[in-house]
């Protein structure tokens, strides 16, 4: 981890202390430290060019515009997508999904239809679904998975038929760190069903590379603040033909062409999905996050993910009292939720705390997997690239005295 | 004993404690003597809405004084919970209804019960002062 190991330094937070205690932060599965780059790029829009986008005919809102727009182009890139217009900004993954669920089901659902989840979707790519199910009179089946916490390909092949409209998949669990086999699910889905291929990539586009062409799927998913740049923006990809034909679920400024007092004509792609004053200085920043990550390069940062998780397992497996929900596949995020017989995870994670330990407890918006699991809650531990087998290792030792303490 | 009078001698008390690993430790005792609690009052009617873990918190009248009672599945809240509990309790209705004391303040604890929802702790408080408005008014 040689050339990782400097990169602390850019991150600001990592000079403080928490309980007189080094911090050792493992909630990046939660929200990503941000780089002195990232809070730059802010400060530089609000310091010297601030204006709001589009329309504005002087020098500030051009500038403004130019490098909010400029943004679109980098996610064009980082994501291989074919036309920077397929970029949407959005407030977050979550009201990604809201938008994609309430515009899918109007313009392409009818009643009866099936949507094609996993038991281990984050709330947000369920309840938006829930919504509309009702709304539309539409069916949410959920693939199974299995007590390795993969997913059950059989029970893929038995959900998904000609009724199956939309399949809508993590690429990454937040809770076990599995990484479904996109490909290989993607290729039944298309070979059994005509459904439209959904990419949650709340987790996965942090760490990996994600290439929307190669994966041939239809839309992606996800949020700027887990990827090292500000709260408040995310992305929603999709190919153009299926976003022309959408029509969009909020109106106001900025998504109009022409407006009357009977009707209003829709901007083009993207602007239409994009009403109000969109969050440009935070999509500025997040411009800033995708370039400092791939300045190290995305398969460095996938590299080192997987030094990290194989660490991990290695010094997590002979923890004494300790049930880890972590995949065995070949390949995962390092990302590790756990729970101590008899000890509350609130209770470990205060305690962590006290060592500056910084760490998740509760249902991590996977509450119906937790129900199947019989568990209330867990404490996750997730790594990204700036902690190192250091932090693991802080991380391990407070855990073991946090348990004895707990008795 | 006055609530605040108590408050003050829990403030000394874990102020005692140098940092918050103690200051746990010691709630974590308090939790574990607090073993009183019926089992078939542990539902939701007497759960304290927005704290992470589950919270409960019985009032009960005695002498024209409320006492509490209080449980919690995790250790740590719960020592919390009995320290809140004890200071409330013995007390009369008006003497909780007017006392102006910010617990969560005081006490520096507010992490334990709030980081689920932020209103965890204060919905505690409100469900204790909303006991002793009513006993009053009644």
């Known amino acids: ?407 | 004993m006055g609530i605040e009078s108590k408050v003050e001698a829990y403030k000394k008390m874990l102020s005692l404690f140098p940092n918050a690993q103690e200051k746990y430790q010691y709630l974590i005792e308090q939790a574990k003597d607090n073993t009183n609690f019926p089992e078939e009052l542990r539902n939701d009617n007497f759960k304290v809405s927005g704290c992470q873990s589950q919270v409960w918190l019985i009032p009960e009248e005695k002498d024209e004084k409320v006492y509490f009672m209080s449980d919690s599945d995790a250790l740590i809240a719960k020592g919390l919970v009995t320290l809140i509990a004890s200071i409330y309790s013995d007390e009369t209705p008006e003497d909780i209804v007017n006392s102006k004391i910010d617990l969560m303040e005081e006490f520096e604890l507010g992490v334990i019960l709030s980081p689920a929802r932020r209103n965890g702790a204060f919905n505690m408080l409100k469900m204790i002062k909303d006991y002793a408005t009513k006993l009053k008014s009644d």
């Open chain 1, 1 to 407: 981890m040689k050339e990782f190991e400097n990169i602390k330094k850019d991150f600001p937070i990592f000079t403080r202390e928490v309980n007189s205690k080094k911090l050792t932060y493992l909630d990046s599965g939660a929200t990503a430290q941000k780089p002195q780059s990232v809070i730059d790029a802010m400060n530089n829009v609000y310091m010297n060019t601030n204006a709001n986008v589009h329309r504005g005919t002087y020098v500030l809102s051009a500038e403004t515009t130019q490098l909010y727009e400029g943004v679109r182009n980098k996610c064009k890139r980082f994501l291989n997508a074919f036309h920077s217009d397929e970029i949407i900004f959005t407030k977050g993954a979550t009201e990604g999904f809201n938008f994609l669920a309430n515009s899918i089901s109007k313009k392409f659902l009818k009643p009866g239809d099936e949507i094609l989840l996993t038991e281990i979707e984050h709330h947000a790519n369920i309840i938006p679904w829930q919504m509309v199910a009702k709304q539309h009179q539409l069916e949410i089946q959920y693939i199974t998975v299995n007590d390795d916490f993969s997913v059950d390909m059989d029970d893929l092949k038995n959900k998904v038929s000609n009724k199956t409209k939309i399949v809508s998949i993590t690429g990454e669990s937040n809770l076990s760190g599995l990484l479904p086999d996109i490909k290989t699910i993607r290729n039944i889905v298309k070979e059994n069903s005509d459904a439209l291929f959904i990419l949650d990539g709340a987790q996965l586009v942090p760490h990996r590379k994600v290439d929307v062409q190669e994966l041939g799927i239809d839309f992606v998913v996800f949020s700027g603040h887990k990827l090292l740049g500000p709260t408040g923006i995310g992305v929603v990809w999709g190919k153009l033909d299926l976003l022309n034909e959408l029509d969009p679920v909020s109106g106001g400024g900025d998504m109009i062409e022409e407006v009357y007092f009977d009707r209003a004509t829709w901007a083009p792609v993207p602007h239409k999905f994009e009403a109000g004053t969109p969050p440009y200085v935070e999509a500025i920043g997040l411009g800033a996050a995708i370039d400092y990550l791939e300045n190290i390069t995305m398969e460095k940062v996938s590299d080192h993910s997987d030094k990290l998780r194989a660490y991990a397992q290695n010094i997590f497996s002979d923890l004494d009292r300790v049930n880890v929900i972590h995949t065995n596949e070949e390949f995962a995020g390092c990302t590790f939720s756990m729970h101590v017989d008899g000890i509350h995870a609130t209770d470990i994670s205060l305690m962590l705390d006290t060592y500056g330990v910084a760490v998740r407890a509760g249902h991590h918006c996977v509450q119906p997997f937790h129900r199947k699991l019989g568990i209330d809650a867990t404490f996750r531990a997730t790594g990204y690239i700036y902690n190192d087998e250091n932090d693991l290792d802080v991380f391990k030792d407070a855990l073991v005295s946090s348990i004895e303490m707990l008795g």
